[in-house]
């Protein structure tokens, strides 16, 4: 755990620098593809930059609106530099509105889009579990696995490693896959969520849980199946629709 | 088919025995019961954590050198002020091995601190609660378990509110 990298007079958020890093690494390697996936990067960079910042601003925007009375006679607070004054799925949402927007104005083929923004989804994702090993939280239940690390008062899994490990795998298959053989627009996208949530699934049974359980069932857990359906569903659909390609449905 | 299949029996198989999610650990980390300290003030009152049981907490960890916990020290004191009816308690603890007890003084004076500041003087009370950076805020509900970590600041009084007041709900 190392929650801030202390550079002289600087202190530096490690999980939120972390995090930048992922952004940065993310957006050269989605233009570095985006050729690939016969799409126009300069239409792709807008829309992630109009996402970023929509996502920022609604984040702001949706925290506030939780608890306008709390910035009562102290309306300065709105323009904070504090990150905890974010509300994160207010934010996705509206970045996510915002890209869909842009895409939509742009005449974009959505499942192309989606395909080209595959590598910046791959390199996001295992920084953020970085940032979550950096910042401690996520931690693993105790283990006697000879691989566990001491936190918080135990030998623990490390979970957040499994994860970004598994991420980063993901990661090195779509940089030398994607996009795949006989593509149909969409199936890079499909599969890497498909993946993402499988190992989510997976790997999140050996995380202590916060307070999302019903009856002891993971509701984290629920979502990551939900999500693995709904790509399976999509992409098998996607391949007995489109003709002249080369089928292989997943069972 | 059989992935989707496979992915029930594994949420089947990895549900939470009762009681797992609680921790009886002393941790500075969300989830965990906050670690205990007894610590004097300017005036060689003795304060701990033990003192506020029951009650909300909000800990702070300050220096009067660092100028985000200048900046943010106000909206503390007005925090204390609006929810100390409530049962709310705020608690700034002065990095002392790192600051002096005149300087300390000459802050609290300035700032107008009614609440406790008690005077970490060893550091051995910033380590157990993990600082690393000045100022990082704890928020301790009434059963003593962390439940919020803010590293950095300064923290806004809009913040402090909206922490205080889960704080008093839970």
Not at chain 1, 13 to 24: E, K, Q, T, V
Not at chain 2, 5 to 34: C, D, K, T, Y
Not at chain 2, 108 to 130: E, R
Request: glycine share 6%; proline share 6%; aromatic share 12%.
């Amino acid at each position: 755990m190392f929650p801030v990298i202390n550079l002289g007079l600087f202190s530096i958020p490690a999980p939120a620098f972390i995090l930048i890093i992922g952004y940065m690494v993310g957006s050269f390697l989605l233009d570095k593809k985006a050729a690939s996936f016969s799409m126009d990067s300069e239409i792709i960079d807008r829309a992630l930059w109009i996402g970023t910042i929509s996502a920022l601003i609604g984040a702001r925007l949706s925290f506030i609106a939780g608890s306008p009375s709390a910035f009562k006679g102290n309306f300065l607070s709105v323009l904070s530099l504090n990150p905890a004054l974010l509300d994160p799925s207010g934010g996705l949402v509206i970045g996510i509105t915002a890209v869909i927007l842009v895409v939509t104005r742009k005449k974009t083929d959505y499942w192309l889009f989606l395909d080209s923004l595959t590598p910046f989804l791959g390199a996001l994702i295992p920084a953020y579990f970085l940032s979550r090993f950096a910042s401690g939280n996520g931690y693993g239940f105790a283990t006697t696995q000879p691989w566990g690390i001491y936190l918080w008062g135990a030998i623990r899994h490390p979970v957040q490693l499994y994860l970004a490990f598994t991420a980063l795998l993901l990661l090195a298959l779509i940089l030398v896959y994607a996009p795949i053989k006989n593509p149909l627009p969409g199936s890079t996208f499909l599969l890497f969520s498909a993946a993402t949530s499988s190992y989510l699934l997976f790997f999140s049974a050996f995380q202590v849980p916060g307070t999302n359980t019903l009856n002891g069932i993971r509701i984290d857990q629920i979502l990551y199946w939900v999500i693995l359906f709904v790509t399976l569903f999509l992409y098998n659909t996607l391949i007995k629709t489109t003709p002249d390609m080369v089928h292989h449905e997943i069972n | 088919m059989a992935i989707l299949l496979a992915g029930l029996v594994w949420i089947w198989l990895s549900m939470v025995p009762e009681g797992s999610r609680i921790n009886s650990l002393e941790a500075a980390q969300v989830g965990f019961f906050a670690p205990s300290f007894s610590l004097t003030n300017l005036d060689d009152q003795t304060i701990g954590l033990v003192d506020f049981k029951d009650k909300p907490v909000i800990l702070n960890f300050w220096a009067s050198w660092c100028p985000p916990c200048k900046a943010e020290m106000p909206a503390f004191q007005q925090a204390s002020l609006e929810f100390i009816d409530s049962g709310l308690q705020i608690i700034a603890i002065n990095a002392t091995s790192q600051d002096s007890t005149t300087q300390v003084r000459q802050f609290v004076d300035q700032y107008g601190l009614t609440f406790p500041v008690p005077l970490d003087l060893t550091g051995s009370i910033a380590k157990d609660y993990l600082v690393h950076s000045l100022p990082t805020t704890y928020f301790i509900d009434k059963n003593g378990i962390i439940v919020d970590v803010i590293i950095g600041g300064p923290i806004p009084l809009a913040l402090l509110r909206i922490q205080a007041n889960q704080l008093l709900t839970d």
